[in-house]
Each structure stands twice: as C-alpha cells, then as structure tokens.
C-alpha cells in the first residue's frame, strides 16, 4: 500500500491560489505521494482580527503535518500587519531558507548560460527580527540581531548540503568591514567551520562586490551562504540574472519543519487574471518531493517543466519575442503532457543516489564559557539642547566607577574634538568607561542626568568577553 505524506497547503493570495491550483494539478497528474489539507493563512485570517496571520486551524495542522507547500503572501509596505512568512519561519525555527538558481539558455534569455548556484539565507535574525523603535522626533532605530548558535546551524547546513549535493565550493558574503561585530562573527565562525570540510573550497567576500560579481560572473560561484537581509537581496540578483524571478524555488528549513515556497511575491497587479506563472511554486513543490523522500516524482516533474520550457512553453514572464504566449492553465497542461519525457539539451534531474540531509549534525551548538566583564555604559538622551549644554551635563554626571569619554550623534564622535553636527540631532549617546561595573552605578549615572535636565531614552552596557571588545568604537574614537 502506498504511503500518502499529508501536506499543509496555503493558497495565499494575489496569484497565489492560481499558481497553488496549477501546481497541484501537476502534482496529482504525476502521482505525488501527498495529502493536501487546506488552511487559512494571511487575509483570510486578518479578517477574522488575528493579528498574527495564521489561525488555530492553520497552526494544528502545521503542527501535525510539519510540511508545508505555501503560495506567496501579501506582506504591505511601510505600516499594517507584520509579515506571516516571518512569522511563520520563526516561530516553527525554519532557519535555512535555501534558493537554487539556473540558466535555461538559450529557451529563457539571460545574459549568462550557464548559471548554476545556491543561495542558502539564514532565516531568523538579522534586521528581519523586526525589532525597531522610534526613539525620538528624528531618530529612528532597527536592531540588527545575530547569534552565534545560529550562525553555526545556517553556516554548517551550507556545508551539509554542498557535501550531500556534490557541490565544491561554499562562498561567505558580510559586510564585516563596517560592521566588525556582528558580521565579523559571522565570517570567523565561517572559517571555522569551513575547516571542518577540507573537502570543500571556501572563499568569502564583501557583500556589496559579492553581489556585483553575482551579477557580472556567476558562473564563479556555487554555494553562497550568509546573513537574513544580504540573502534575499542577493537571491533576486541571482534569479534575474538567470532569466526570472518567476522561475525559482525555495525550501525553509528547520530542525523540524519545512515549507517551500516561490521566491517570488503575490504580484497583485496581475491577480484573476490567469496569466501568472505556476513555475515557481512548483520549482518549491520539487523540493519539497525531495524532501519527503519522494525522488522519483521530483524528478519526473522537474524534468516534464524543463522540457515544456526548452519546446517553447512559455508564460508571459520569460516568452522571447515573436514565440507564442501561454497563459497559467495552458502552460500547466502543457508540464502535463511532458510527464515522463526528459529535456533534450538542458540538464535533467535524477532520482539516482540522493541523500537525506543529517539535521542532527547542523543543528549541533559549541557551547563555550566565555569570562565576561562589565566596563561601560553606553547612555542615550533625546535633547534638542546645544551639544556644549549636553557635554556639560555628561561631563558633571560622572561618577568614581564610571568617567566621561565622549558624545557621539548617528555614531560619530563629536565632543570632545569632534565632527559636524547635522542640525536636527536630537538623539545624542553618551559614554562612559569603568572597571568592575555594576548595574547600580549605571543606576548613578542616569539618576545625576535626569536631575540636571537631560532625558535618557535607552542604554547599552558595554562589555568586553574573553579580554576582546564586545562592542563598537565611535567613528573618530
């Protein structure tokens, strides 16, 4: 008896129920092994006043089944609800969001032939923590967020999957050259880990130049792996370069749960129109048949696509001028009719020697002790006095345990001997060294700088581990 393999499905919205049916007709017609069960994620549960986006229904059968085909989502710009495909990636601690990329020329134009490479974004920190505050009339803060526990498990699943996917080489993209803490951890435990597969070359770039050299020659890389934000912006690089955004997959994986996707969004310009391209989603459909095991299927619908893509089947998105435009239920019947057939001259998938990702062994955490010590404080005000008036107060609220060193404005020393203030600051930081500091004589500080007139908004204790800096110098410190 054949063992079914029960799928949560989200429609979404846009063209996101067009592409999910489409999809699953294509799923069905090549004997996919699933069970689909319907839920209601997004506006339908915005509508019911549940401000996280996904109901009770939604989440038991998240829960029960663990696997989960979503179409894309609206998410609105600038205000309104928080993004549910976020939401949903944190909360079931889906922290690899892994999107292959290729070239189908010369059926798809691009200006490159022959792109083939992986992008593996971390999926839970980073800005895309959300955390933000407005912390006075001008001064306006989003906290980027990293941990080194899951630094290791999004760096080390690279790995696991260039080994498990006879790939050479993994490449690092940050920006530690302006942010040395945090994107400096992230590269060091890069190289750490990369000397834990010799097998595999590892190289590593600035992220502005890695993005250029993914658009100008990507042929030179194969795995990239690296933070949440560089991720997604270097993906839609990648797929564009490749021909279209509209043609790629993606996995979210976790130690648990998994949902795929298409990269793209629910481009509502075009909803119920019934001219929108399934082949993303079913790009991510493919990987979920790999996921669950389901090999034979992956590749007969894989190789169904790319044949219908190299005889000319072409959505709106990708047709080459003068060929004939297909829309969504054309295009699906003609992935239909290939089912069984392989590509001619375009690469063709297998079924033959896959391997099973080990979650146990990327999912593993050095845990290390590490000799902490308090040195400083870091005090911000929101003032619109003069910086003289400020430096005054900041000078006279030094206390034994903690001494006055500078004020800095949007991170650039500016008293004692420093820069250019712009003429709407008005969010100012304060700070202050010592040895063997207490949380009370921070408690000192703030108490002598709200008695003479200043407003303190927030505060950042300043730490050195291991006898190293734990935080950053000023600009001109």
Known sequence: MTTMVPV???????IGPEIMDATLEILKAAGARIEPEFVGVGLEAYEKGI???VTDEAWSSIH??????KAPITTPQGGGYKSVNVTMRKSLGLFSNVRPT???????????????LVIVRENEEDLYAGIEYQVTANAFQSVKLLTRGGTERIVRYAF???KNNGRKKVSCMVKDNIMKIGDGMFHKVFKEIAAEYPEIESDSYIVDIGMAK???????????????LYGDIVSDIASLVAGS?????????GAEYAMFEAIHGSAPDIAGQGIANPSGLLNGAVLMLEHIGQHDVAAKVYNAWVKAIEDGCHTGDVAQKGSKVLNTKEFTQCVIERLGQEPSTLPKATSAGKVAMNMANVCRSCHVQHKKEHVGVDIFVDSKKDLSEIATIAEQSATEKLSFKLVSCRGLKVYPDGGLVAPDSDFWRLRYYGQDVLNGDVYKVLSLIEEKGLSWVKIENLYNYDGERGYSLCQGE
């Not at 949560?8 to 846009?14: C, E, L």
């Open 160 to 162: 696991e999957y260039a």
């Open 51 to 53: 401000s996280s986006g």
């Open 245 to 253: 955004v509209g043609l790629a997959g993606s996995m979210n994986i």
């Open 214 to 228: 993914v658009a100008a020659s990507p042929e030179i890389f194969d795995v990239i792996v690296t933070l949440n």
């Open 8 to 14: 949560t499905v989200i429609k979404g919205d846009g």
């Open 64 to 69: 029960k089944n663990k696997i989960i085909l």
């Open 102 to 116: 290729q070239t189908f020329e010369p059926y798809v134009h691009s200006k490159h032939s022959n792109v083939d």
